[in-house]
């Protein structure tokens, strides 16, 4: 078993997050079998509570654990199925070691962080190391020969502490060649052209006190540094100077994998980690490279977000339009509208509503700005505007719905009036009791005959990822379905309904799952590519 592990000792936000799914790419096309870790330092048990403009996406698995956006990259570049135990937190640390001592596991033993929760962090590492994980591109089951692990943050945070001491005893119980690091730093360019080192150093200086070092370093900078850096960074850092590589930032992130390799960075891995190329495909570059492709027809497709308008906050999201839009054969531009100024009629936002082929309303929680999106919504129905309602998205249509169709009065969710007598969204039902916890990770949908979806799909049982707690008060579905937004797809196991299709529009769908986080470059989603194969025809 090989462990790469990543870190970064200047700036957080580097970019170790695409890297570390670029490794995976290239030991994938070389015949290796990899699976991921996220470190999280931070004491939060999970991303599950934290606000999207804090931490980017909260990404959802499978299995139904809430985590960081950075294991979508890992399952996107590869094509693989991740489970809660690829991600690591400290929070999550410190309550597998409490609920363990309550549970007499420490023997009445003082607990410490050097050993207890040292060794928690290095049995939880072992954990997916011989963990089996499913390769969703060639349809297997596989066993890693290779665990990557991202460290986030900076190495010196005081929440990376034990992390580090983790990494150092894991380190000091395997050979040499089973373990290497590779620091992920910024490289200062003065002028755009002289680099400053220093930083640099100060970072490998950083993880030698844990008696760390990098075996490999990568340069984030944009001008190619001379032999004369190359050699200083190797001197100060003692680092060989065919491991010091840099990585610039390019138009695309699919690009890095071809970058690397075209720099031999699999021959740099071979020699320190000692392991040699099992099989070679292009398969993976040349599938990424050409979502890198600027295409020349152009599609304008608008989010409708609150977050700040921020792309890491809904990262999933802008990934799939930009597989499926590729899939199409069109390159998408993404408009982003911002939800509260739409509310209060500003032009700009306005403008940059009407300029948009297609429009998403992604998923999110709270009011904030829900007027707004309500707003975009009755535009796109009034006005034949392609529209997919994600989650959130799709609560707020049925509102839209019911206000403007069916005349309700004064039709709400529960989430935002909970005195409402009117609430056409309510927390789920489920067995006949209402459940305010979050209904997460993959179910099974059937969908209806002869519906839009199922036409989409191709098929009639789809399984797909969900993150929510509210849904349609199933009182007011025979109204919906009677003026045409009729229900067209409901979970399998507890029967929610899970798909509402206008069937008088073109394509006004709202889905109570996230198709996005099943998007994959090998595989877009079926439902965006609909979306975006519809908001083409009027070019």
Not at 71 to 88: C, D, T, V, W
Not at 217 to 235: A, D, L, V
Not at 354 to 381: D, L, M, W
Not at 426 to 451: D, P
């Amino acid at each position: 078993m090989k462990h790469i592990v990543v870190t970064g000792g200047v700036v957080s936000g580097i970019g170790k997050g695409v890297f570390s799914s670029s490794i995976g790419t290239i030991l994938k096309s070389k015949g290796h079998n990899v699976a991921h870790i996220k470190i999280d330092p931070y004491l939060n048990f999970s991303a599950g509570m934290m606000a999207p403009s804090e931490h980017g996406e909260v990404y959802v698995l499978n299995d139904g654990t809430e985590t960081d956006l950075d294991l979508g990259n890992y399952e996107r570049f590869q094509g693989i199925e991740l489970k809660s135990e690829n991600a690591i937190t400290g929070g999550k640390i410190f309550y597998d070691v409490i609920n363990k001592e309550k549970n007499g596991g420490y023997g009445g033993k003082t607990l410490q962080i050097n050993p207890n929760c040292v060794d928690e962090i290095i049995n939880q590492i072992n954990k997916v190391s011989s963990s089996e994980f499913v390769d969703e591109i060639n349809k297997i089951k596989f066993v890693p020969d290779v665990v990557i692990i991202e460290l986030g943050g900076t190495v010196g945070d005081h929440e990376s502490i034990m992390f580090l001491e983790a990494l150092y005893k894991l380190k000091t119980s395997l050979p040499k060649e089973d373990l290497i690091f590779i620091s992920v730093d910024f490289l200062v360019e003065l002028r755009g052209v002289e680099h400053k080192t220093r930083p640099l150093q100060i970072s490998t200086r950083n993880l030698r006190s844990y008696g760390l070092s990098s075996d490999i370093i990568i340069c984030r900078g944009q001008n190619e540094m001379s032999p004369e850096i190359i050699s200083k960074i190797s001197t100060k850092c003692s680092v060989d100077e065919d491991s010091i590589i840099l990585l610039p930032t390019l138009s695309s992130v699919y690009k890095v994998p071809s970058f690397l390799n075209s720099k031999g960075f699999f021959n740099v891995l071979s020699k320190k980690l000692n392991i040699k190329e099992k099989e070679s495909t292009d398969f993976y570059f040349s599938r990424l490279e050409r979502l890198a492709k600027r295409k020349e027809k152009e599609v304008n497709i608008g989010i409708i977000a609150k977050y700040g308008c921020q792309a890491d906050s809904y990262a999933s999201v802008v990934h799939s339009i930009n597989f499926s839009a590729n899939e199409v054969g069109v390159h998408a531009e993404i408009i982003w509208i911002d939800s509260e100024k739409l509310e209060k009629d500003d032009e700009k936002e306005i403008e940059n509503l009407k300029s948009c082929e297609g429009i998403i309303v992604p998923g999110g929680f709270g009011s904030r700005g829900t007027e707004g999106k309500i707003n975009a919504i009755k535009y796109c129905r009034e006005n034949g505007i392609p529209f997919l309602g994600i989650c959130l998205g799709m609560q707020l249509s049925v509102i839209e719905f019911a206000r403007n169709v069916l005349g309700l009065e004064n039709p709400t969710s529960e989430e935002f009036n909970c005195k409402s007598e009117t609430q056409v969204i309510k927390y789920l039902n489920l067995n006949g009791v209402a459940s305010k916890t979050l209904r997460l990770g993959a179910n099974k949908i059937i969908l209806a005959e002869n519906s839009k979806i199922s036409s989409i799909y191709q098929d009639r049982v789809i399984s797909e990822r969900h993150r929510h707690r509210f849904g349609i008060a199933t009182k007011y579905l025979e109204e919906f379905e009677n003026k045409g937004y009729v229900c067209s797809g409901k979970s399998e196991c507890d029967n929610v309904a899970e798909i509402f299709e206008l069937q008088s529009h073109r394509f006004f769908i709202g889905v109570q799952y996230h198709p996005e986080f099943n998007a994959k470059p090998y595989c877009p989603s079926k439902l965006l590519t609909a979306f975006i194969k519809a908001s083409t025809e009027k070019l």
